[in-house]
């Protein structure tokens, strides 16, 4: 009596823990991703909208550079976005596909009809398939109008650069007689200027104007003739050397352009 009550346990124990039957698995790989499927749709709806934005910004300001500079970097990441979301079903797809291939196609005409739930299943993932492909269609189109918008955008930048580089300036004013008076005062007021400087040193500070300039004279006459004793082999090269070595040439060439520039 306790081994029959044992062994009842046990078999109601492994019927309990038994995997879920086959009806069971065939419901659970036909029901649709509902949430992911209406999750992209919003996603793709907020970016068809952004788009639109978009799209009336740049004919507002297709004068302006920068805002459509800003406008391409924005639809670039909407653009990556939309990809993104048709990406998120390729996992899907694929158990669908799989799923499919297992099931087989469908009885022709004339055999025996299969069970009602593999039927229903089939049908199940041939409807979730192309809802999930519907929306990835929507996906690619968004994507595609995207890249139009951009490719517009670097025509409209290319037209504003050639448009600045072929820009008409009024000459009229550049060149009008109120110019040329205006430059003939200022050149009159700049030559009173610099008379009235000449004038005055000439006049009181003659000698000192004269004594500064022999001394820079004697000074340059020095460092000119000192130099030359002092620092001359460095600088000039050597006559009697017929083959001097590439670094002497390098070194003359270097001494003499620096001596004679720091003097």
């Known amino acids: 009596m306790l081994f029959r009550l044992l062994r009842l346990i046990l078999i109601l124990t492994l019927v309990v823990s038994a995997p879920p039957s086959f009806d069971a698995v065939a419901q659970g790989l036909g029901q649709a991703p509902a949430g992911l ?3 992209q749709q919003k ?3 907020s970016l068809t909208t952004k788009t639109d ?3 009336k910004q740049i004919q507002q300001d297709a004068e ?3 805002s459509l500079v800003d406008i391409r970097l924005q639809l670039e990441e909407l653009s990556h976005q939309s990809l993104n979301s048709a990406l998120a079903f390729r996992t899907r797809l694929g158990e669908i596909n799989s799923r499919l291939e297992q099931l087989g196609a469908a009885p022709a005409a004339g055999q025996p009809p299969e069970p009602d739930i593999v ?3 089939r049908q199940a993932l041939v409807s979730e398939k192309a809802e999930i492909n519907s929306v990835i269609a929507v996906a690619q189109t968004l994507s595609i109008r995207i890249s139009g918008l951009i490719d517009k955008i670097g025509n409209m930048r290319s037209e504003l650069f050639r448009n600045l580089l072929t820009k008409r300036y009024v000459l009229s004013d550049a060149l009008s007689p109120q110019v040329f008076s205006d430059a003939r005062d200022e050149f009159g007021n700049f030559y ?3 008379s009235s400087w000449l004038s005055f040193a000439f006049k009181f500070k003659f000698q000192a104007i004269l004594a500064a300039t022999f001394v820079a004279l004697g000074l340059a006459l020095v460092l000119l003739v000192g130099g030359r004793r002092l620092f001359g082999r460095v600088f000039e090269a050597d006559p009697t050397n017929e083959d001097p070595s590439y670094l002497s040439r390098l070194s003359v060439a270097f ?3 620096l001596l004679p520039s720091l003097a």
């Open 53 to 55: 934005n978009f799209e």
């Open 37 to 39: 499927v209406a999750d």
């Open 192 to 194: 009173k200027a610099v």
């Open 255 to 257: 001494w003499s352009t």
């Open 64 to 66: 302006d550079d920068g």
């Open 43 to 45: 996603i793709l709806q």
């Open 119 to 121: 039927s229903g299943e």
